[in-house]
């Protein structure tokens, strides 16, 4: 709904940048927090595509 302009949402920059029909609002506070998990099977460890991946994910979500 909020893509098509019925509401709010909280959203990671990034993500909302990317779609211009989204304005971003500053409410002079904090966003919410909020925890993401990334799991893999324990063989994968080593997988340097995964390596990148997570490598990745953590800079964009602003955590690295």
């Known amino acids: ?7 709010f949402a ?3 920059c990034p993500l909302g940048d990317a779609n211009k029909r989204l304005k971003r609002f500053d409410l002079n506070e904090a966003p ?3 925890d993401v998990w990334l799991a893999y099977h324990r063989d994968l460890k080593r997988v340097a ?3 990148a991946l997570l490598d990745e994910t953590i800079s964009a979500l ?3």
Do not use: F, N
């Open 62 to 64: 602003g955590e690295g």
């Open 32 to 34: 919410p927090g909020r």
């Open 49 to 51: 595509r995964l390596r």
């Open 1 to 7: 709904m909020w893509a098509q302009g019925a509401g």
């Open 10 to 12: 909280v959203l990671p």
